[in-house]
């Protein structure tokens, strides 16, 4: 998709294409102070997609360039995640639940931009996935389970008790601290889950990393 940028933060592509979306949340008061400082050339970052708190999504990088918004993580093996994704941020301080018209707007955005680059469900990421060791977003709060609901992201699933470790491997999960990959696996698939590893974790990282074999 091409569309004149408002950011100045973009680049090149470095030879790829969009293969994932990340989602974020802002973690600024609102929407506006977040497209300040996304459209700053003195912060050095951006992101494609920006909604705001009533649902309103504006464009601030084409979608065929390189956006700021990743930072330094992987996904499935592999790095400079900004070059291979379209980055999305909604307006969330991420101590709230996300506005009904903000995830009315996110689930029609992402139909549209998994339709027109052939991103597949599984390939819909948290920047906490990919960064688990510094990330957060878009956190507990966030509904997952709409969007695959709707086919726009991965589900939850259950399997026999397996490796930890290795589903989340499977899974796409960088290599870092049991515990950062515990608590970013635990974002997305199981909310508000405490503790020590259990036997539900690695049941639904079996049954996750599964579907994403079964759809290899």
């Known amino acids: 998709m091409s569309q004149p940028p408002v950011s100045p933060n973009h680049g090149d592509r470095r030879g790829q294409r969009p293969q994932l979306i990340v989602i974020h949340y802002t973690a600024m008061a609102s929407a506006a102070l977040a497209r300040a400082r996304l ?51 909604l ?3 991420g101590d709230r639940p996300f506005a009904a018209a903000q995830m009315d707007a996110l689930c029609a955005l992402l139909g549209d931009i998994m339709a027109r680059w052939s991103i597949p469900a599984k390939a819909v990421i948290g920047h906490s996935d990919m960064a688990p060791d510094r990330k957060s977003d878009p956190g507990p709060r966030f509904d997952w389970e709409r969007l695959a609901r709707q086919g726009l992201a991965l589900p939850s699933a259950c399997a026999e008790d397996a490796d930890f470790r290795g589903s989340l491997d499977r899974i796409g999960y960088p290599d870092c601290a049991a515990a950062d990959r515990l608590a970013a696996f635990r974002l997305r698939f199981r909310p508000w889950a405490t503790g020590p590893e259990s036997q539900q974790d690695r049941r639904v990282a079996a049954g996750v990393a599964a579907l994403i074999c079964a759809d290899a």
């Open 91 to 93: 307006a969330n301080p």
């Open 39 to 89: 459209c700053d050339p003195q912060a050095e970052v951006s992101a494609h997609w920006l909604i705001d708190e009533q649902g309103r999504a504006e464009a601030l990088v084409p979608e065929d360039r390189r956006a700021w918004h990743a930072g330094a993580g992987s996904w499935r093996g592999r790095d400079d995640v900004n070059s291979r994704s379209i980055g999305i941020e």
